[in-house]
């Protein structure tokens, strides 16, 4: 087993004003934590209140880390500033380029921005505390994300405020009128929220198949687990809901105690399909076939289209007799020249299933209305489909 990566940094007795005074040291060395996976930054330096937004923009594009001792919301201002700087010197894309080739730049300025911004760093104490000045109390958040404190840590300060803001949303949760007023879904750090609720309308309204018992479900990378909720609350009486991630069967399994579900609900993974088979089948794979580049990007990218075609490939083997399978789209990728209508239905095609009825909506979210968004033609243009598919 690999060492656990580390940072190297030189710091003096004057680079934590107001702070416990510590012995003096002139190198220390901290654990490196990143959820992206970055690697260690190889130089580190310490930055402040003093620090210029010019200067830790310099550094950070010569990818030097600045790790932070200064207030902490100056440290969010400072992050402020440097996105600033990055978003004056980006190059967009023609107002005539084809759609693929702006996505494709859109993704390398979104990775430009966040490996550049990756490198304000902090330190977490051995208790998941930040011993900054007006540091929020962040250590339930991060024991949500990281688990139980294993002695302290880096971690880039985008990371740490994307931790904050997940701990936010799990407490307050996502409204789902699909399940009815007031319900809510709690998303865990790391899993996708159902903040785009037209795919969750889609399987609360489409007609449930024919076969007789109808009562076995599966829902293929549930996530939240909320369309196994909806499955549940529309009669199935068992949803097995499967995962590869331990995080999403963590929170599917969590949202089904919270709604009263757990005789009905069986979250099981990681896997994509369970044993056994089911008189319906639902998968709602990420969208676009791109690489995701962090944990919550899994919800939206998946490679190559590799989730797409093991849940067409094994649907027919998993269904009971007049059972069908529900593929959730949204067509955003043709819109972008990243997938054709064709080779979806060749695909479908091939996995040996036909298409009996496909239902259609449009996006309700803010971004379809943003003209200011690169990807605005496609995005206004995108519709989302269930499609219904049987063997053929």
């Avoid at 990775?111 to 911004?117: D, E, M, N, S």
Wanted: with cysteine; proline share 8%.
């Amino acid at each position: 087993m690999s060492a656990t990566p580390t940072i190297n940094w030189s710091e003096d007795q004057s680079a934590r004003p107001a702070q416990p005074a510590r012995p003096a040291r002139s190198t220390q060395s901290a654990h490196w934590h990143s959820e992206s996976c970055a690697p260690p930054p190889r130089r580190v330096v310490v930055a402040d209140d003093r620090t210029k937004a010019a200067t830790a923009y310099q550094l950070a594009c010569e990818g030097t880390a600045l790790l932070w001792r200064g207030d902490f919301h100056n440290a969010r201002q400072l992050l402020q500033a440097m996105g600033r700087r990055i978003d004056r010197k980006s190059n967009p894309a023609r107002p005539d380029a084809p759609p693929a080739e702006s996505f494709h730049l859109h993704r390398r300025a979104r990775g430009h921005r966040a490996r550049v911004l990756g490198k304000l760093l902090v330190l977490l104490e051995d208790d998941h505390s930040l011993a900054l000045r007006r540091a929020p109390d962040v250590r339930r958040a991060c024991t949500e994300a990281y688990g139980p404190p294993r002695g302290g840590r880096a971690v880039s300060l985008t990371e740490l405020l994307g931790v904050i803001g997940a701990h936010q949303w799990r407490e307050k949760g996502v409204e789902v009128p699909a399940l009815g007023e007031g319900i809510r879904i709690h998303p865990h750090y790391g899993v996708f929220s159902p903040v785009r609720g037209e795919y969750v309308d889609l399987v609360a309204q489409a007609p449930l198949p024919s076969a007789s018992g109808r009562a076995r479900a599966f829902d293929l990378g549930t996530g939240t687990g909320v369309l196994a909720a909806v499955l549940a609350r529309r009669g199935l009486t068992h949803v097995v809901a499967t995962d590869i991630s331990p995080r999403a069967l963590a929170c599917a399994r969590e949202n089904a105690d919270r709604l009263g579900l757990t005789d009905r609900i069986e979250a099981v993974g990681p896997t994509l399909y369970p044993e056994g088979r089911a008189d319906l089948v639902v998968c709602n794979p990420p969208w676009l076939p791109a690489r995701p580049t962090s944990t919550v990007e899994q919800g939206v990218y998946d490679p190559d289209g590799t989730m797409l075609h093991g849940f067409l490939h094994g649907l027919a083997a998993h269904l009971n007799p007049g059972g069908e399978g529900w593929l959730i789209l949204s067509d955003l990728a043709e819109h972008l020249g990243l997938r054709t209508r064709e080779s979806l239905l060749t695909a479908i095609t091939t996995a040996g299933l036909r298409v009996t009825d496909r239902l259609d909506t449009t996006p309700h979210h803010p971004r379809a209305r943003d003209t200011t968004d690169p990807l605005h033609r496609a995005r206004a243009a995108e519709v989302t489909s269930l499609w219904r598919l049987i063997p053929d």
